[in-house]
């Protein structure tokens, strides 16, 4: 596998073209955002350990049967991937109130959601990715109600199976974030689950693990990461 030309940049990773038409490379940055990148900041090995959580997820996932772009993780840094098109929509499942929708509804932090509360978000950096209904996705033409369909069932089982996993590793799986693409006509899971993308809470303290650290100046990013892998590997 031949590592080709830059085909994107984003805020914590690129995405390499390779000498398959099919397939890509994505590279984990150790780079951390906030608040529309207004905080950033380089943090030595982020990238290896985010790397080494979402291959971790996408290899439970597709042993549940979960369609994904993720093929394989290629080194510390590297996960090689189908090349799929990216639908501009970002699905966030919520199980406990947390983050913007505290803010937006007065909502209680903490406060389950049953059955989970499925939001979508229009993925736009420069409008700051605002919170879209179906409708909008229909008119904006930015997806299919039977795409939107499929990417609501799956997201749901997508929470079902990390949600149980990690609650037996000890981890709140509070919210996170997912992205979708198009391959072959099919929707599939792309982007990555990592602590980037989810609000993780140590299930017997309470403690945060995810990026709310570095959000907020809660503790150290990557000594919070640390232990959401150790957790997942049933080392503590």
Same mark, same amino acid.
């Given at each position: 596998?031949? *590592? ?34 207004? &905080?950033?900041?380089?943090? @030595? ?9 979402? =291959?971790? !997820? !996408?290899?439970?996932?597709?042993? &549940? ?6 093929? *394989?993780?290629? =080194? ?26 505290? *803010? ?9 959601? +049953? ?7 229009? *993925? ?35 929470? +079902? ?13 509070? +919210? !996170?974030?997912? @992205? !979708? ?12 689950? =990592?602590? +980037? ?37 049933? @080392?503590?």
């Amino acid at each position: 596998m031949e *590592k080709k030309e830059k085909l994107y940049e984003g805020k914590a990773k690129i995405i390499y073209a390779t000498d398959e038409p099919d397939k890509v490379i994505m590279y984990f940055k150790d780079s951390a955002t906030a608040f529309d990148a207004v &905080k950033k900041a380089q943090i @030595e090995g982020k990238g290896i350990i985010n790397n080494t959580i979402a =291959s971790f !997820f !996408f290899e439970l996932l597709k042993e &549940k049967g979960i369609p994904t772009h993720y093929i *394989k993780k290629l =080194s510390d840094r590297e996960m090689l991937t189908y090349k799929v098109e990216i639908i501009p929509v970002e699905v966030v499942v919520r199980n406990l109130a947390a983050g913007s929708i505290v *803010k937006r509804l007065g909502i209680p932090e903490r406060t389950p959601f +049953d059955p989970p509360l499925v939001e979508f978000y229009l *993925k736009n950096d420069e409008l700051h990715d605002p919170i879209i209904c179906e409708q909008h996705i229909y008119a904006m033409k930015l997806a299919k109600p039977e795409e939107v369909k499929k990417m609501k069932e799956l997201a749901l089982k997508i929470n +079902d199976i990390l949600k149980e996993f990690m609650d037996k590793h000890g981890i709140i799986l509070v +919210d !996170f974030k997912l @992205e !979708f693409g198009r391959k072959d006509g099919e929707i599939v899971l792309a982007d990555e689950i =990592s602590p +980037d993308t989810c609000r993780l809470w140590d299930k017997e303290t309470g403690e945060k693990l995810d990026k709310d650290r570095f959000r907020f100046d809660l503790g150290d990013l990557m000594e919070g990461y640390e232990k959401v892998l150790k957790k997942l590997k049933g @080392e503590n």
